[in-house]
């Protein structure tokens, strides 16, 4: 059974920081690129950031240069750092993986 599980989020002042987790079980992780997905109040789900089974990462423009993408295969791990938080940056944050999704974390940055 694949799982994936996000933990991490909470309430953050502008400009604070947060570090989301998303621990994956159930398919080989080494094999699995991970997609991070953002979904603001009222809004549709959004990609935000990518991390292929390599390592390297990508990301949209809206959180380039603020937030880094990581994996640990050992531990069958994935972490998002957020950086520079803004108020836009609210929303439920959601890591995937193939077509399974976890239940995503409430991140809310206050002004």
């Known amino acids: 059974q694949v799982k994936l599980v996000e933990s991490g989020g909470g309430l953050v002042q502008s400009g604070g920081s947060l570090k989301l987790s998303c621990a994956v079980s159930?398919?080989?992780?080494?094999?699995?690129?991970i997609d991070w997905y953002h979904q603001a109040p009222g809004k549709q789900r959004e990609l935000i950031a990518s991390?292929?089974?390599?390592?390297?990462?990508n990301y949209v423009d809206s959180v380039k240069d603020r937030f880094t993408l990581s994996r640990d295969t050992a531990e069958n791990m994935v972490y998002l750092q957020m950086n520079s938080l803004k108020p836009e940056d609210t929303g439920v944050y959601y890591c995937?993986?193939?077509?399974?999704w976890g239940q995503g974390t409430q991140v809310t940055v206050s002004s």
């Open positions: 995937r993986a193939q077509i399974f």
């Open positions: 159930g398919l080989t992780f080494r094999f699995a690129p």
């Open positions: 991390i292929s089974i390599d390592g390297s990462p």
